[in-house]
C-alpha cells in the first residue's frame, strides 16, 4: 500500500469515528515508518493519537510508547496527553495505580472530563460498581449537558436491574437530544423490561413516528418498515399482548393505555408482514419470515 493510500484511509477512519484497530496500526505503522505523519501538518498529532490507541488495542505498546513520546514532547502539561498516559498506564499497571494516577490529576483539576471518565470506566471495569455509580451521578450532576454520562448511567443501573432509574436516566438523555430515534427506542425497551407496558407502546410509536419513510406523503401502507422502525414495531406487538393480558396493569408513570389496542395490534401485525415479505435484497431481515408471519397471527389474549 503507498504513503497516500495510507493517509487517506487513516483520515477515513478518524472521520467515521471508527475503531478498526488491526487496519489502523497496520496503515498508521506504515505512514510512521515513512515518516509520512510531517506531511500532515497540525493533523499529524491527531493522527499519532490515533496511532497510538490502536497499538495498544493490538498489544504494539512499543509503538504506542513512541508515538506518546512524540506528542508528549510537542505538547507538554496538555490535558489530553495526560488522558492517553492514563490509558497506557491501564495497559500494563494494576488498576490501583491507575486509579491514583487519575485522582491526582483530578484533584489538581476536578473539571478534566476526560480523565474523571477514565477514572469511572476503571472503577466499573474492575467491580466497584457501587463507587463507579456514585462517582457517575457527580459527574453528570456537574456535567449536565454530557449525553455519554447520562448513557453510561443507564447502562449501569440496567446492569444492576434498576430499570426504574435506568428509565430516569435516559429521560434525560432525552431533553438533551430529543431528535435522536434510537435513544428513544432505548427508553421505550428500558421501560418494556420495567413493566410499564403503557408507556412502553407509546415510546415504541414515538420511534415508528420518527423513523418511518413518509416524508413525501406516502401512504403507509406503500412503504416498508426497515432497520429500527421494524424493532419498535415489534415493541408495539408485545405491549399490546402484555396490556390485553391484564385488564388491571397499572402503569408506574401513570401513562394510560391506548384505547384502540386492538387495532394498535392489527397494525403492528401488518407492519411486519410487509418487513418481513421483502426480497431480502436490502439485508437480512426476510430471513425466518414464516416463524415471524405465524407469531403475528396470533390474536390478543
Same mark, same amino acid.
Not at 5 to 25: G, H, P, W
Not at 187 to 215: C, G, N, R
Given at each position: 500500500?503507498?504513503?497516500?493510500?495510507?493517509?487517506?484511509?487513516?483520515?477515513?477512519?478518524?472521520?467515521?469515528?471508527?475503531?478498526?484497530?488491526?487496519?489502523?496500526?497496520?496503515?498508521?505503522?506504515?505512514?510512521?515508518?515513512?515518516?509520512?505523519?510531517?506531511? #500532515?501538518?497540525?493533523? *499529524?498529532? $491527531?493522527?499519532?493519537?490515533?496511532? %497510538?490507541?490502536?497499538? &495498544?488495542?493490538?498489544? /504494539?505498546?512499543?509503538?504506542?510508547?513512541?508515538?506518546?513520546?512524540?506528542?508528549?514532547?510537542?505538547?507538554?502539561?496538555?490535558?489530553?496527553?495526560?488522558?492517553?498516559?492514563?490509558?497506557?498506564?491501564?495497559?500494563?499497571?494494576?488498576?490501583?495505580?491507575? #486509579?491514583?494516577?487519575? *485522582?491526582? $490529576?483530578?484533584?489538581?483539576?476536578? %473539571?478534566?472530563?476526560? &480523565?474523571?471518565?477514565? /477514572?469511572?470506566?476503571?472503577?466499573?471495569?474492575?467491580?466497584?460498581?457501587?463507587?463507579?455509580?456514585?462517582?457517575?451521578?457527580?459527574?453528570?450532576?456537574?456535567?449536565?449537558?454530557?449525553?455519554?454520562?447520562?448513557?453510561?448511567?443507564?447502562?449501569?443501573?440496567?446492569?444492576?436491574?434498576?430499570?426504574?432509574?435506568?428509565?430516569?436516566?435516559?429521560?434525560?438523555?432525552?431533553?438533551?437530544?430529543?431528535?435522536?430515534?434510537?435513544?428513544?427506542?432505548?427508553?421505550?425497551?428500558?421501560?418494556?423490561?420495567?413493566?410499564?407496558?403503557?408507556?412502553?407502546?407509546?415510546?415504541?410509536?414515538?420511534?415508528?413516528?420518527?423513523?418511518?419513510?413518509?416524508?413525501?406523503?406516502?401512504?403507509?401502507?406503500?412503504?416498508?418498515?426497515?432497520?429500527?422502525?421494524?424493532?419498535?414495531?415489534?415493541?408495539?406487538?408485545?405491549?399490546?399482548?402484555?396490556?390485553?393480558?391484564?385488564?388491571?396493569?397499572?402503569?408506574?408513570?401513570?401513562?394510560?393505555?391506548?384505547?384502540?389496542?386492538?387495532?394498535?395490534?392489527?397494525?403492528?401485525?401488518?407492519?411486519?408482514?410487509?418487513?418481513?415479505?421483502?426480497?431480502?435484497?436490502?439485508?437480512?431481515?426476510?430471513?425466518?419470515?414464516?416463524?415471524?408471519?405465524?407469531?403475528?397471527?396470533?390474536?390478543?389474549?
Amino acid at each position: 500500500m503507498s504513503l497516500q493510500s495510507a493517509l487517506e484511509r487513516l483520515a477515513t477512519y478518524r472521520a467515521n469515528n471508527t475503531r478498526a484497530s488491526q487496519d489502523i496500526f497496520r496503515n498508521g505503522l506504515l505512514v510512521l515508518q515513512k515518516s509520512g505523519f510531517k506531511k #500532515l501538518g497540525d493533523d *499529524a498529532w $491527531i493522527s499519532l493519537e490515533q496511532l %497510538a490507541l490502536a497499538s &495498544i488495542d493490538v498489544g /504494539r505498546l512499543d509503538i504506542a510508547d513512541q508515538c506518546l513520546q512524540l506528542i508528549a514532547d510537542n505538547f507538554p502539561n496538555s490535558p489530553r496527553v495526560d488522558c492517553l498516559i492514563g490509558i497506557r498506564m491501564e495497559a500494563t499497571e494494576p488498576p490501583e495505580t491507575a #486509579l491514583k494516577y487519575y *485522582a491526582d $490529576i483530578l484533584e489538581a483539576d476536578s %473539571a478534566n472530563v476526560a &480523565i474523571w471518565k477514565r /477514572r469511572i470506566s476503571v472503577l466499573r471495569r474492575t467491580g466497584k460498581v457501587e463507587k463507579a455509580l456514585n462517582e457517575l451521578v457527580q459527574f453528570v450532576d456537574t456535567f449536565y449537558t454530557d449525553v455519554e454520562g447520562w448513557l453510561e448511567l443507564a447502562d449501569i443501573y440496567a446492569s444492576c436491574n434498576q430499570y426504574d432509574h435506568s428509565f430516569q436516566a435516559l429521560s434525560h438523555v432525552l431533553l438533551l437530544t430529543p431528535q435522536n430515534p434510537f435513544y428513544v427506542l432505548q427508553a421505550a425497551e428500558t421501560a418494556y423490561t420495567s413493566e410499564d407496558f403503557p408507556l412502553a407502546i407509546k415510546m415504541f410509536l414515538t420511534v415508528v413516528d420518527m423513523t418511518d419513510a413518509d416524508d413525501s406523503e406516502q401512504l403507509l401502507q406503500e412503504s416498508t418498515p426497515l432497520g429500527i422502525t421494524v424493532r419498535a414495531w415489534f415493541g408495539v406487538k408485545l405491549c399490546a399482548r402484555r396490556i390485553a393480558q391484564n385488564a388491571n396493569l397499572k402503569s408506574s408513570s401513570n401513562t394510560s393505555a391506548p384505547k384502540n389496542l386492538g387495532l394498535l395490534d392489527e397494525l403492528a401485525a401488518e407492519r411486519l408482514r410487509v418487513a418481513y415479505s421483502s426480497s431480502g435484497q436490502k439485508g437480512e431481515i426476510a430471513k425466518g419470515r414464516q416463524e415471524v408471519f405465524a407469531w403475528v397471527a396470533t390474536p390478543l389474549a
